[in-house]
């Protein structure tokens, strides 16, 4: 069974830096695509990016274009969220998830437990 586990959440300040992980384990990553979503509460999850099985293939959502990177380190069985330039509009839960197919802007087969962000001075 594939198990997906965040880290790399945290404060930080406006203006600020954070890169998130995401470990598949139970599977092969090569097998999926991977995306990252975000929550608020009270609001709906958020699509914010996803990247291809090869990883030659990135999209973004318009709010974080430009800031978020997203990649993948299929040796290590992991996906990677860069976020600079954060802004208090992006705290959320952050989670990962994986699919077989690409794109899957609804979220995937599998999902991580999510990583808290918090933007604050």
């Known amino acids: 069974q594939v198990h997906l586990e965040e880290s790399g959440g945290g404060l930080v300040p406006p203006g600020g830096s954070l890169r998130l992980s995401c470990e598949l384990s139970?599977?092969?990553?090569?097998?999926?695509?991977m995306a990252w979503f975000r929550q608020v509460t009270g609001k709906e999850q958020e699509w914010i990016a996803a990247?291809?099985?090869?990883?030659?293939?990135?999209h973004y959502a318009n709010s974080v274009k430009g800031r978020f990177t997203i990649s993948r380190n299929d040796a290590e069985n992991t996906v990677y969220l860069q976020m600079n330039d954060l802004k208090p509009e992006d705290t959320a839960v952050y989670s990962c998830s994986a699919d077989e197919n690409y794109p899957f802007p609804n979220g995937g087969d599998y999902w991580g437990q999510g990583t808290q962000v918090t933007v604050s001075s």
């Open positions: 990247i291809s099985w090869s990883g030659g293939t990135t």
């Open positions: 139970g599977g092969d990553s090569r097998r999926y695509a």
